[in-house]
Nanobody, 119 residues
Framework: QVQLVESGGGLVQAGGSLRLSCAAS????????MGWFRQAPGKGREFVAA????????DYADSVKGRFTISRDNAKNTVFLQMNSLRPEDTAVYYC????????????WGQGTQVTVSS
């Protein structure tokens, strides 16, 4: 069982930066692929970024490539999302998810943190 708690959301002007954190409880954090997803009002949840257990392989949605960076600290059971050059269209609730290495779907989710980018 993994419990996830996101933090770091807030209100920022376009062009600004935020750093989201997701703290995980439970065992064997490094065994999990960690991902960030977001859901804007009236839209479905969409993939943002993911990182493998070792932290040496990452994947990004095209819409955030070059602006967002995902990283993890396995010693602290935490995954981060550094968001730069934020745009109003990045406004959403951001969720952290975890899945086992060979699982096709994310099994554990945090409660989400709101990110609002003003123009």
């Amino acid at each position: 069982q993994v419990q996830l708690v996101e933090s770091g959301g807030g209100l920022v002007q376009a062009g600004g930066s935020l750093r989201l954190s997701c703290a995980a409880s439970g065992r064997h954090f490094s065994n999990y692929v960690m991902g960030w997803f977001r859901q804007a009002p009236g839209k479905g949840r969409e993939f943002v970024a993911a990182i493998n257990g070792k932290g040496d392989s990452t994947d990004y949605a095209d819409s955030v490539k070059g602006r967002f960076t995902i990283s993890r600290d396995n010693a602290k059971n935490t995954v981060f999302l550094q968001m730069n050059s934020l745009r109003p269209e990045d406004t959403a609730v951001y969720y952290c998810g975890a899945r086992a290495r060979f699982s096709p779907r994310y099994e554990y989710w945090g409660q989400g943190t709101q990110v609002t980018v003003s123009s």
